[in-house]
């Protein structure tokens, strides 16, 4: 008997509305709300929330009982009939989102009307950052130095600044977007070589904008450091560049191994200084090793192709179908970067290790993945 299989349509519904607090607190920034508007306003996206979240539950009970439905009767009829009701609360939520900005709007007086053009840029960076995938390219300076230094807005030179840096980054990030839309029909895998070609330079265009907006990143990042006081200046670094090379980076499991060691119970006087000492090591050497995996990344990312496409941009599909991972490793600066951190970090566990008994090692956590490799990724040692 043959079999159908049918993807859950729960998973990819959107379960959260596009504008959050943290959104109404930069609007708030730009447009400069009365304390009383601000408590309309916030009660008008509370009415938002809740009629958005409603809609939402009731569409999910739906969809969950015709997949309950569709199991019970091994029929993926029910599921099919939902799909639609899944397609139109992606248009209905988008409305629901419209709604609330208009409704918004209708609070604002006539100066801040006029400053809604830059609530829109405002909005356009929140939306299209996270779009970035290469290291550093989905950071929003705004958003890290509300975090490490919410009173920027009251300093002159910090505020040039972050106006030089919206200005700048709504350009790239707009750019970004047309290169992104204009290059999708070319991202087509297989066909002749003129076809590799336009994907060529369909990638081409994308990897140019992608990289811009990296370094204007990178840019107002310095001028920042440079005029914010201590330690917010320290802090905002560390937030980029964790941020930059994604929290999978920014962590090992030894990482986590050696910090646990910390948190034993019934710790001698001299294990609990000997785990201290190798935090502090981990937490000193932190920031260095962002910096060379973010470098890393940069690195690669910098290179025309990675080896993979150019070998398939030249023809070789043998090549993209059997994924020689050796080949790519022996150039890849990442892997390189992150063998230099792993060193670190199983020296410092290979000193730390003989002060804890057997059972307080086995408290310790382990990565998620249990098979063991002795070079890459961290083994466990225990």
Known sequence: MAQIGMSNPVRDIVRQPQFSHADINSINRVLGFTEEQRAV?????????????????????????????????????PLAATRSKAERWK???????????????????????????????????????PKGVFAGESIDLVRLLDAVHPQWNEHPDLKSIVDAYITAI????????????????SIVWGGDQAQRDRMKQAYEDIRRTRIRVRGINEEHLRRLLSALPQPSSER??????????????????LDRRIRAVGTLPDLTPRQAAAAQAAIDKL??????????????????????????????????DAFVSSMDFEAIDEQNPVRRAMQQRFDFERQIYHDLRPLLTREQRALLPTPDD???WFNWPVPDFR
């Not at 996206?45 to 009982?65: K, M, V």
């Not at 709504?170 to 029909?185: K, Y």
């Open 236 to 253: 905002l670094e560390i937030a980029f560049y964790e941020n930059a090379i994604g929290p999978t980076r920014a962590t090992t499991p």
């Open 41 to 77: 306003i916030l009660e008008v996206y509370e009415a938002h929330l809740r009629a958005f979240t409603s809609e939402l539950n009731e569409l999910i009970l739906d969809l969950e009982d015709a997949r309950d439905e569709a199991i019970a009767t091994n029929h993926p009829g």
């Open 370 to 372: 249990q098979t063991i």
């Open 170 to 185: 709504d350009a790239a990030l707009t750019e970004r977007e047309r290169a992104r839309e204009s290059a999708s029909a």
């Open 283 to 316: 937490d000193d050497a932190r920031l260095g090793f962002f910096k060379a995996t973010y470098a890393a990344h940069a690195e690669l990312q910098n290179s025309e192709f990675p080896i993979s496409l150019a070998r398939y941009f030249d023809g070789d």
């Open 91 to 129: 248009e209905r939520s988008k409305e629901l989102d419209e709604q609330f900005l208009s409704d918004l709007r209708l609070l604002l007086t006539r100066d801040q009307e006029a400053l809604w053009p830059r609530v829109e840029r405002e909005l356009r960076r929140i939306r299209l950052t």
